[in-house]
């Protein structure tokens, strides 16, 4: 309907389309397009079975129904902070039950709208209520920490994390970063699986880099979206953290349940931190409150509900324990089963990295060229800065990775 000339400006007018869609968006967009029978998407962030569709739990779905049909549950709003039960086992998840921290009633919670909301608020907090205005993040970060961060006026910076010759973490660079970062910095650290390159540091060099940043006035915020899928064991992936509250820092860790648990809708995420002194959880989890009631007052019950029921049962937690080892055992074999084909047809350059890597994705070294060559020429989708997802990798699609990968290094690939 066209307006008559008379009618006033529209206040929209001046709004700009934003300079990029989504990656990921357009990605799944390009590949549902794509017509060939052979077409393979490795840019996806969830954990997918070999038929591609996300890998939902059994007894998750199980717990799922039995909630549905539990008619003495209501629709009664949560806390703003959520539901107790879900943040206590949330906390034993992270911390473990024996955590000096936990005994000594030095950590609570706060429930999520998954890992954004959680990073969200903490760094809103820290803002705030401590004045930090400068927040380092590892090369290569993924975009929704920076966008947050930018949101809040914080001063972004870099510390270095991956070295592309060597397509593994340049630890010297790292450390180097970290003991020159200023005081009263924010430093962004990944527990395990960091996206995007799936590389992550060993148990001695996270001691190396507590005691640089135990010298330091710094404030440390780890992040986890996959806890367990990177070992096999949740305990064994969440050392790091254990380390640092074990070593008495003061931190906050924002923890996602939407991949160990195949609760991608329902966003499922958590917000803890620890302190020196018990006395102040209160004061902090008074002000995280008033915070709340900003952004969603009340989180939604159902998938903390899940998380809660499962955790809070010892039958139910083993078997999910067992279930979250499947998975990781199974993106090991997808590793080495992609390995051993791209040595077998002697695919140039080293690809020890594909299988040192942990978690779900591998940072494959391709260019941004080699990337374009793959999705155009090959059918072979993975995001911009080579990062693929070794969940989609099937017995049924490996030769055609492999081939493809093969083929865009190789100097007889045809432009």
């Not at 950590?107 to 209520?129: E, P």
């Not at 003061?250 to 809708?265: T, W």
């Not at 590793?335 to 494959?364: A, E, N």
Request: hydrophobic residues 40%.
């Amino acid at each position: 309907m066209e307006l008559d000339e008379g009618t006033p400006k529209s206040r929209f007018e001046e709004v700009d389309d934003a300079d990029l869609e989504e990656e990921e968006v357009a990605l799944r967009r390009a590949f549902i397009k794509d017509s060939s029978k052979n077409k393979v998407d490795l840019s996806f962030t969830e954990l997918r079975n070999d038929e591609g569709s996300p890998w939902v739990l059994s007894m998750v779905h199980s717990v799922e129904k039995q909630i549905a049909m539990d008619r003495t549950l209501d629709h009664e709003y949560l806390p703003t902070v959520g539901q107790f039960d879900f943040r206590l086992a949330g906390i034993h998840l992270l911390f473990g039950k024996e955590s000096i921290a936990v005994i000594q009633n030095r950590v609570d919670a706060i429930q999520s709208i998954d890992i954004t909301g959680a990073i969200r608020i903490g760094l809103n907090f820290l803002s705030m209520y401590l004045n930090f205005t400068t927040i380092y993040t590892s090369s290569l970060c993924t975009e929704n920490i920076c966008n947050i961060a930018s949101a809040l006026n914080y001063t972004i910076k870099e510390y270095r994390y991956w070295d592309k010759e060597l397509c593994w973490i340049d630890f010297e660079g790292m450390l180097y970063d970290l003991q020159n970062a200023p005081d009263c910095s924010v430093i962004m650290l990944s527990l395990c699986g960091h996206n995007p390159t799936g590389a992550d540091l060993t148990l001695e060099e996270w001691k190396c880099i507590a005691d640089v940043l135990k010298e330091k006035n710094i404030f440390v915020f780890f992040y986890c979206t996959c806890q367990g899928l990177c070992s096999g064991d949740l305990d064994i992936d969440a050392a790091p953290l254990r380390l640092f509250a074990a070593e008495c820092f003061e931190l906050f860790v924002a923890q996602s349940f939407s991949v160990n648990f195949g609760l991608y809708a329902q966003s499922v995420g958590l917000l803890a931190y620890v302190v020196r002194r018990s006395e102040d959880l209160f004061h902090i989890s008074s002000q995280l409150s008033v915070l709340l009631f900003g952004f969603w007052e009340n989180p939604p019950q159902r998938g903390g509900r899940t998380v809660a029921t499962v955790l809070n049962n010892a039958a139910l937690s083993m078997e999910w324990r067992e279930c979250v080892r499947s998975m990781a055992l199974q993106l090991c074999a997808k590793r080495q089963m992609l390995y051993l084909k791209l040595k077998v047809i002697g695919t140039p350059g080293c690809w020890d990295h594909v299988v040192r890597q942990r978690g779900l994705f591998s940072l494959t070294g391709f260019n941004p060229q080699q990337v374009e060559c793959l999705r155009t020429k090959h059918h072979i989708y993975l995001t911009a800065k080579g990062r693929m997802n070794i969940s989609g990798i099937t017995s049924k699609n490996v030769d055609d990775i492999a081939n493809a990968f093969s083929n865009v290094i190789s100097p007889t690939e045809q432009s």
